[in-house]
Each structure stands twice: as C-alpha cells, then as structure tokens.
C-alpha cells in the first residue's frame, strides 16, 4: 500500500512538474511575442475593426467634432456606393491601370531575368542595378518622373520632339488622357520590375538543367524550351506576381497622388472625371480632403471583398492545381 501510494506521489510530482514547465514554456513564448502582438493589435487588428464602425456611420455636415459627433447610418454608406458614378469609374479606371501594369510588370521581370541568368561580365553589377529602384520611396519617384514627363523640362518630351513627334509638347506625357496611364504604368514597372527579376532568377536558377539538355537533344527550338520547360516552371512566381500585382493596383495612391493628382479630365457623359482616378485615389480624397469618414471606409471594405475575389478567382485559373 504504502509503495503503491508512494508512486502515485511521485507520478503526481512529475506531472506537476511537467505542466510547471510546460507553462513556464509558454510565458517565454509569449514573452517574446509580445511585442509583435502589441503591434498587431493596435495599428492592423484595430484599424481594420474601427473602420468598420466608421463605415456605418457618418460625420454631420454642421459638426467640428469629427470622431465624437459621428451618427450612426446603418449600411447607408455602402447603398450609397452603387449610385456614385465616380466610384464605378474609379473602379474602372483600377482595373484599367491592373490590365496594363500587371502583364507589363511580370513580362518586363522574366525578360529581365532570362537576360541576367547567362555568364555576363559583371553580372552581380547589372542585378543591383536593376534592383535598386524597388527600394526606393515612390513619391520620390514619382516626383523625378514628373519632371521626366515635363512638357517644358522633361527629357522625353525633348527626345520625341528631335524624332519629330509634337504631340507631347503642350501638355507633356501626363496632361493627356490618352498617355497619362500608360505614363504612370511605365513609371512603376521600371521601379518594381528588379523585384520580379530575383525572383524569376531564383526559380530559374532552381531548373535542373538536365531539363534543358534533353530537350535539346530531341530537338527542340530556343522557344520550346522556353514555353515548355522555363514557363511551367516558374508558374507558382508568376502567381504569385499575379496576387501581388492585384493588391497593389486595388490600393495604387502614392504614384497617381504624385505624377497626376487623379487628372486630367476626361469628359465622360458630361462629366468631368480624372483619367487617373484610381479607387485608392478616391479613398484618400474622400477621406482626407472631404473629410467623409464613413463614406471612405465603405469604400475601403469593398476595395477588400475585389482583393479577395480577384484574388480567388486567380488562384483558380493559375494555382498550383493547374499546371
């Protein structure tokens, strides 16, 4: 008996001691994480709750209190959205921007990456290069194109003028509608195309080149090799690119915000509407020059529900399932 309950002691101890440890384990774990956490929670898990109370309310026309007069509207807000002409065009004007910086982007990183994958003289040289304008803020870099695009100092407006092309002289790359996009585009595709580059070179780096040398031997072209062997393989990094590029469009400000302010003006059914006006545009303009909180944070959760969709309906067409 007395055996029998001295073990039952001692098994008793050990488990004592081994949830002492265990939560000892824990309070270090989370010690450590605390920071992290602390972070977490007040500048993304918080911000992304309170814009969801300011959605459903709204700041009263006759108020200088901003946050403490606001008055509850339900879904009004969201309603709203589907009869905002400049939202829808906004949208439009989003998805034009995504349709031409995406396939842009990841076409000008994979050439950038075939080019920089052979045995040139200082390779490591180009790689930086080219990778350099990725770190850099882009409302530097918007400025500098600006003044690139400028009709009276810009450098490309001078250069078409000596090929004879006038066209850009009075108003310059980004005071057109027909170029102001496309110029904007340009602009962001050289700056984040050295990020595409070193991932594209990784994956290609990471192709067996057995791979390449039997398909030479069966006799296939330069370009079978490529659109049979390189491309399927570097699919996950084109989805990824693909993801990546979405996000950025749906919340594209700074660049539009720094080289056309949303302009020029197009008319469009009598309606004077910026050939720039991305959404993340008009957020920022609803909520900052307007002061319509509510109203902009609506809009802020629709911009999310289009991440998401586009985002699903990507990985369905291009995830790893269909290669």
């Known amino acids: 008996m007395s055996e029998h309950g001295t073990g039952g002691g001692e098994a008793r101890t050990g488990r004592t001691r081994s949830l002492t440890k265990h939560a000892r384990d824990n309070l270090t774990a989370y010690t450590f994480l605390a920071p992290f956490l602390i972070i977490f ?59 031409l910086i995406i396939p842009s982007g990841i076409a000008a990183s994979l050439i950038l990456a075939l080019l920089l994958n052979n045995r040139l003289k200082a390779v490591a040289v180009y790689r930086s290069a080219f990778f350099l304008p990725y770190v850099l803020d882009m409302l530097v870099v918007g400025i500098v194109w600006t003044l690139i695009y400028s009709p009276h100092v810009g450098i490309l407006v001078r250069f078409f003028e000596g090929i004879g092309i006038t ?116 957020v920022f303009d609803a909520f900052y020059n307007q002061w319509r909180l509510g109203y902009a944070s609506a809009m802020s959760y629709v911009l999310l529900a289009l991440t998401v969709i586009v985002s699903l309906v990507n990985r369905k067409y291009l995830g790893s399932d269909n290669t």
Do not use: C
């Not at 700041?59 to 002409?85: E, M, W, Y």
């Not at 990471?206 to 090799?225: C, H, K, M, V």
């Open 41 to 99: 929670l007040v500048f993304l898990v918080y911000p992304v709750v309170y814009s969801l109370y300011l959605a459903m309310h709204q700041v009263p026309a006759d108020s200088f209190d901003v946050f403490g007069g606001l008055q509850f509207v339900g879904f009004r807000n969201f309603i709203k959205l589907f009869t905002d002409v400049k939202f829808w065009w906004s949208v439009a004007m989003t998805l034009y921007y995504a349709a």
């Open 167 to 282: 066209a850009f002289t009075e108003k310059g790359f980004l005071g057109m509608p027909g170029s102001a996009m496309p110029s904007v585009v340009f602009a962001n595709v050289l700056k984040g195309a050295g990020f595409g580059m070193i991932l594209y070179l990784s994956a290609i780096q990471n192709i067996s080149p057995a791979l390449y040398e039997a398909a030479e031997i069966d006799g296939a072209t330069s370009w079978q090799r490529f659109t049979r062997i390189t491309l399927p393989l570097v699919k996950p990094i084109t989805f990824f690119m693909v993801i990546i590029g979405t996000i950025s469009a749906l919340n594209a400000f700074v660049e539009v915000y720094a080289m056309t302010s949303g302009g020029p003006n197009v008319d469009v059914g009598g309606r004077a509407l910026g050939a720039t006006w991305v959404t993340g545009y008009y």
